[in-house]
């Protein structure tokens, strides 16, 4: 009898282990105060990080607009330039016009022809005024709408054209961007890019010599990798220690009051912010190259052979 009931011990016991007898509910009342109060805390910090994700957003959003404002004043003087050029002539014009309508109530074959060449240097005078308005609205607009496709090609002629009054007393500026795809990005924000490149190539040529000086933008694409466009100049350079910093937000090396060290810096945001990429090449007084890398829009990135299969 004392072996079966041996026996009996072993099995009653195995039993047990593999059957424990239930906690009762209060037990287990500490742990789920616990899951709760750190659920609370996660959905707490959560919260949190979400207002913080948004108030950087805005941060953002009001850097990329104060930089287009930096931009928009380091060419104000060379647009008023550009403005009042066409101005004076078209209010010259005008001037002679109605003088020449008063005086004659029938005009000389020749002197119509005047008139009618007044009134056309006149037009066109309007429309290159319309067109440096245009140019700086283009710039100026604070909000982003949509991420392409962007014509480059016009991106880069109108920020050439912006910063040529920087560069006319400094170098020859040559733009070659013939048979670009489009490209993904927002167009204001790629001419803010092109404009503060440019604008820097600028500064780094010293005025007074422009025919031993060049500015050169070169894109060239190689479907379907992205378009690459080179902003190169034969200015002072850039020495290593700076050129590891030059991307990183308020460093310049500027004098005080002339840069704000925000130029670059928001041009790889944005440039990034497409999927591309911006590196710079440079040695002291071996002028310097920056390089921007973009995607290709949509369905201009397959090779040119699909693209023909495509449209027939």
Do not use: W
């Not at 920020?159 to 013939?178: D, N, S, T």
């Not at 490209?183 to 404009?195: D, E, I, M, P, T």
Request: glycine share 8%; charged share 25%.
């Amino acid at each position: 009898m004392s072996s079966v009931a041996r026996r009996r011990g072993t099995l009653r016991r195995a039993f047990d282990a593999l059957h424990p007898p239930r906690r009762p509910r209060a037990a287990f009342e500490p742990l789920e105060d616990t899951v709760r109060e750190r659920t609370a805390e996660l959905e707490a910090a959560n919260a949190k990080l979400s207002r913080s994700l948004e108030q950087l957003r805005a941060t953002q959003a009001q850097l990329l607009f104060a930089d287009r404002l930096i931009a928009l004043g380091r060419i104000a003087a060379g647009v008023g330039h550009e403005i009042n050029n066409p101005l004076a002539f078209i209010l010259s014009n005008l001037e002679y016009i109605h003088q020449e309508l008063q005086q004659k109530e029938q005009l000389p074959e020749q002197e119509r022809q005047e008139v009618l060449e007044a009134l056309a240097e006149t037009r066109d005078g309007a429309e290159r005024i319309r067109l440096i308005v245009r140019d700086l609205q283009s710039l100026s607009r604070a909000e982003d709408v949509g991420t392409g496709p962007s014509d480059l090609a016009a991106v880069l002629r109108t920020a050439a054209k912006m910063a040529m009054h920087e560069l006319r007393h400094r170098a020859r500026l040559v733009v070659e961007c013939e048979g670009l795809p489009p490209v993904q990005g927002n167009g204001a924000r790629l001419g803010q890019v092109f404009l503060n490149l440019l604008l820097n190539a600028a500064q780094a040529i010293p005025p007074g010599r422009v025919e031993e000086n060049e500015v050169r933008v070169v894109a060239r694409a190689a479907l379907p990798g992205p378009v690459v466009v080179e902003v190169r100049d034969t200015g002072c350079g850039i020495s290593p220690e700076h050129r590891e910093r030059i991307f990183d937000p308020f460093f310049t090396t500027k004098p005080l009051g002339v840069g704000t060290g925000l130029g670059l810096a928001v041009c790889h945001g944005i440039v990034t912010s497409l999927g591309g990429t911006l590196t710079v090449d440079s040695e002291p007084g071996q002028g310097s190259i920056f390089r921007v890398t973009l995607p290709v829009a949509g369905a201009f990135a397959q090779p040119p052979r699909q693209q023909a299969d495509a449209a027939a």
